[in-house]
């Protein structure tokens, strides 16, 4: 079953690195135009780069998501180059740890800003320009296992990505009358550049061999590579999902299932 996305055009926040790269270099090999977003341009320009060496069609358009000027200037961008928006991937996300207690709230609503506020701006730009289109659209929102497992120091993200989810549960509603199927994929550990604290990937550390490997907390004993969450957000985001709405698909290897 070979899936084409030819003549859609998909965005992809946070695109410049890990997940979302691995989203929009997919996309653009299944035929899409595909837009790399990120803070930084030079990092989302070499990122279009990579995948128009491929053959596919990319553009990188720098715009912070975390404000609804960002989200807004992004949907115009892509209108202005590409003349239409059929998916919308919220990828882009940061992660800290932070004490609830004593954290200066600006910190936490900074977590909150990037992690959550940024796909109700996407979301709502995107869906603006779907409707008006009237082609229906895919929306997709990048959770985590977070959604529904806490972790200390974590209050900030835990709390976004649970809410995200819930916010993939109310939309799939509120968009199914215009054929906008919404969902989510919640990954488990990826090998990206969010694994690293303190310049070292957790992935490398004592701790997540003993835990996650050896004594196979998470089934598959491995981390995912970011190609592999892809694959689950191309499909989602895909002509061949057509009843797939509202829904959180997990993909950590098995980790949720065990305690
Ligand atoms: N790596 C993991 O183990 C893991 C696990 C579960 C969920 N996730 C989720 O996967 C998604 C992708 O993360 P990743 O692991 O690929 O890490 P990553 O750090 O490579 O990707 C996040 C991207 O978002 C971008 N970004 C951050 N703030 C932004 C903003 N305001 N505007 C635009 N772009 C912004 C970053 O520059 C970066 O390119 C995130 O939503 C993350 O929470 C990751």
Request: aromatic letters at 6%; a negative charge.
């Amino acid at each position: 079953m070979n899936i084409s996305f030819e003549s859609q055009v998909a965005v992809v926040t946070g695109s410049g690195t890990g997940i979302g790269y691995a989203t929009a270099e997919a996309f653009a090999l299944a035929g899409a135009a595909v837009v790399v977003n990120g803070r930084r341009a030079a990092v989302c320009e070499e990122a279009a780069e990579r995948i128009r060496a491929q053959g596919g069609r990319a553009m990188a358009v720098a715009a912070d998501v975390s404000t609804i000027a960002g989200a807004e200037a992004l949907a115009r961008a892509t209108l202005d180059a590409y003349g239409r928006l059929d998916i919308m991937v919220n990828n882009a996300a940061v992660a800290a740890v932070t004490d609830f207690v004593t954290a200066p709230y600006d910190e936490w609503r900074r977590i909150l800003d990037i992690n959550m506020d940024s796909a109700i701006h996407c979301s709502r730009a995107a869906a603006r320009e779907m409707i008006a289109a009237g082609r229906g659209g895919r929306i997709v929102n990048v959770s985590s296992i977070h959604s529904y497992r806490a972790e200390k120091g974590a209050s900030h993200y835990d709390m976004a990505k649970g809410a995200m989810d819930q916010l993939t549960r109310a939309l799939a509603l509120e968009l199914a009358p215009f054929n906008i199927l919404v969902n989510s994929v919640a990954p488990g550990f990826v090998d990206t550049p969010m694994s690293m604290v303190n310049g070292k990937s957790e992935l490398d550390t004592d701790w997540f061999r003993d835990n996650y490997v050896t004594q196979r907390r998470i089934p598959l004993a491995r981390a995912a590579q970011p190609g592999e969450i892809a694959q689950a957000i191309v499909w989602l985001a895909s002509p061949l999902n057509t009843y797939v709405n509202g829904h959180v698909l997990i993909a950590d290897g098995g980790l949720s299932v065990t305690f």
